[in-house]
């Protein structure tokens, strides 16, 4: 196992694999029309990337990922939010995962780490470099935006998430979808900040559910509170929820939604 630049001080990398992804391979992958060898090639390092998140995502606890923005500094109230919230998930024997990078992701990971539990960042390459923060105990660094995306709601009993950009409603909204359209088991989404988050709901209801562009059914889908104990007992006692600690082989991260 090599250092890797970038990685946090006293931390390593996820271990070294045959299945070393190639940096720019999603922007090669999406510019436009290309000869069918290299579409091949580019569809083999999506799999091989896929393989090299199987390797890495085997946790001895279930998994509760946290979303937000990265442009939270640490004393703003989102931030101590998310950090309380990952401290609490990290009590109640939860594995915590995030982005890997700074902001809300790096409050989690901070809380969750501060109470002993598993934190875990899966970051992704930009072309403006994201270090991982240091509060990470593993993590990997995905080349694919899908690819990633895929593993959190593979490998996730639940989501939190927290204010966000383009970035943050991207995750929510598409696992959103699948649930709806049954790709997905439903699982606990909690979305923590009401004054952030009220508006969106208010929005489904007085335009999309009364245009009848959604039902009633898929509002309730998200769980809206500012409270760390409500979000917990939440994703608890969702019929599709986390187990507990106690009831996860070490051959999952919990309770896989996509049923596979």
Known sequence: ???????????RAYDESLLEMVNGAEADFLAGKRGRHENVEGA???????????EFLQFDRPVVTVFGSARFK???????QARAMGRALAEAGFCVMTGGGPGIM????????????????VNIQLPREQQPNPYVDRYMIFEHFFVRKVMMVKYSCAFVVCPGGFGTFDEIFETLTLMQTNKIEDFPIVTLGTAYWQPMLEFFSAKMLSEGM????????IHITDDIDEAIAHITAHPH?????????ATGGGQDPTGA
């Open 1 to 11: 196992m090599t250092d890797t630049p970038g990685t946090p001080e006293g931390k």
């Open 44 to 54: 083999v390092r999506i799999f091989l990337e896929f393989l090299r998140g199987f």
């Open 74 to 80: 640490e004393g703003h109230p989102h931030y101590e």
């Open 106 to 121: 790096e409050a989690a990971n901070r809380g969750c780490q501060e109470a002993g539990g598993l934190s875990i960042g």
């Open 214 to 221: 959604i039902s009633a059914s898929d509002v309730d889908l």
């Open 241 to 249: 929820g986390c187990r507990r600690t106690s009831e996860v082989d």
